[in-house]
């Protein structure tokens, strides 16, 4: 029997569901379910839908960001939507508040913004993030963060293979965000294998004017990065000298919180 000859769905207390809301969630359940995304036709077989309704779900849901499509591959993947109703639920619960004591502890020795990123979807986003004395940066959680430009980022490609990291940027050239912006694979490459050596990564005003930060990759138990430690600030507090001493402050706090969150999504 398919899906439109199947009896209305009901809840656990018998009440009838909205039948496009119920296939609308299948199918963002199956796309969150595969990092990779899934094309029109493996979506639709795994909900059980012809193409066509398939194709007008995703088309609505895309147009309201909770999905997105990629030209590239044909594979439809989670959104920016999504991924912030998700962070909604995380403040409460998850990741941010199992790393929150370990992010105020940190925020209370630099006195600047500090920020957690954590990779969803082939994209980076802020999964939590402490405002400190100057307020917070423009870049908030649920945001989808620049690989090349921004110190978390550079600090999560560095620890991933050549293949990954075509895979993260894909063939798309890199964006100028300030006239401080490495916008050449070759400069990025270069600047990758720094990270990689010296363990940290910064931002001198490469996403955005007057704003600079320092970011160290976290790792989970089996060696693997699995997301990025920052603190940020404007210009005038973080010059050079300052930027150098707090890497160390921040690889303790990396390490930390990957003890602390082993049992999460950071194992």
Known sequence: MSSTDAPRARGEDGA???????RAFAML???AAHDEGLKLTQLARLVDLPRSTAHRLLTTMSTLRYIEFDPATHRWLVGVRAFS????YGRLRGLPRLARPLLRALQFKVRDTVSLAVPVGGALYYAAQLEGATGRGPLRPGQSLPFH?????????AHLSETEIEALLGDVG????????RTTRAGLADELRRVRDDGVAFDKEECVTGLRCVAVPVFNARGQVCGA????GRSDRMPEMRMQALAPTLDE??????????GWALE
């Not at 009838?16 to 119920?22: C, G, H, P, R, T």
């Not at 706090?253 to 082993?262: E, F, I, P, Q």
């Open 174 to 181: 890199l964006t100028g965000l300030t006239p401080a912006s």
């Open 253 to 262: 706090a990396a390490r930390g919180l990957a003890a602390h969150t082993a």
């Open 85 to 88: 109703l998700g962070n909604a």
């Open 149 to 157: 430009a921004t110190a978390v980022g550079k600090a999560f490609l």
């Open 16 to 22: 009838e569901l909205v039948q496009s809301l119920v």
């Open 29 to 31: 359940d199956q796309l």
């Open 229 to 232: 430690l920052s603190v940020s």
